[in-house]
């Protein structure tokens, strides 16, 4: 799959706990709302192996979308979140036992990408925005290279994900849900850069752009029908 072996020990599953709470809230919650509310369909095939680690890659456009990715995916994805939301009473034991990274905003935050390498040694699928925030559009407007450096320096492949009309589903701002149909794409792997040099960086963060970009305006695939992952 293109892991760079030398990189990253071997992998592990993703511990009890955080499979069990995923489980929990997958089956309680997100996919009822994923299949019910908004209609919901998965394209393409997330990951089969649980053992084995990917940077998922994706657009943005709300706030549902890491537990809408983390859903189609069929396994727990760790992204990284606002330090603030750690300092919420009932949300912070919560995000903590889905594997979410704090993350200063604004900051390079070495520290939170030291905990990123570290669930991908896990086993873990390690979620990164493309943009590093919401995008009004949905669309992938400024990549940044964050998960292009992730990939560099732990040496799994790059997994790109569009998530079609989140944005219309709960908007920034938006203090309710509209009833609009969310399609989940999942695209073909990209191997880890070799290099961590700038034109590198820019380069794989500019490929993955054009790549959800792509999913983002393609036609639905022949007999795609609802949400695959039971």
């Known amino acids: 799959m293109g892991h760079n072996s030398n990189l990253l020990p071997p992998a592990t599953a993703?511990?009890?706990?955080?499979?069990?709470?995923?489980?929990?809230?997958?089956?309680?919650?997100?996919?009822?709302?994923?299949?019910l509310v908004f209609h919901g369909r998965v394209e393409g095939r997330p990951p089969a192996s649980r053992g084995n680690p990917y940077v998922v890659v994706a657009n943005h456009g709300s706030d549902l979308d890491p537990p809408l990715l983390s859903c189609a995916m069929g396994?727990?994805?760790?992204?990284?979140?606002k330090q603030e939301l750690f300092h919420v009473p009932l949300l912070a034991p919560l995000i903590r036992g889905l594997g979410a990274v704090p993350v200063r905003r604004g900051h390079v935050d070495r520290r939170a990408l030291d905990r990123c390498l570290a669930q991908l040694q896990r086993g873990w699928l390690?979620?990164?925005?493309?943009?590093?925030?919401?995008?009004p559009t949905g669309m992938v407007e400024r990549p940044r290279h964050g998960a292009a450096l992730l990939a560099q320096r732990s040496g799994c492949?790059?997994?790109p994900v569009a998530i079609l009309n989140s944005h219309r589903?709960?908007?920034?701002?938006?203090?309710?849900?509209?009833?609009?149909?969310v399609t989940i794409r999942i695209g073909t792997p990209i191997p880890a850069p070799a290099s961590r040099d700038r034109q590198t960086m820019e380069?794989?963060?500019?490929?993955?752009?054009?790549?959800?970009n792509g999913l983002l305006t393609r036609a639905p695939l022949p007999g795609s029908g609802p949400e695959q992952a039971s």
């Open 14 to 35: 993703a511990p009890r706990s955080a499979r069990i709470s995923y489980w929990l809230l997958r089956t309680l919650v997100v996919n009822p709302l994923f299949r």
């Open 75 to 81: 396994r727990p994805v760790s992204f990284m979140a």
């Open 126 to 135: 390690v979620g990164v925005f493309l943009d590093g925030t919401r995008s």
């Open 157 to 159: 492949p790059l997994l």
């Open 169 to 181: 589903a709960l908007s920034r701002g938006s203090m309710g849900l509209k009833l609009v149909p």
């Open 203 to 212: 380069t794989t963060s500019q490929r993955c752009a054009a790549v959800i």
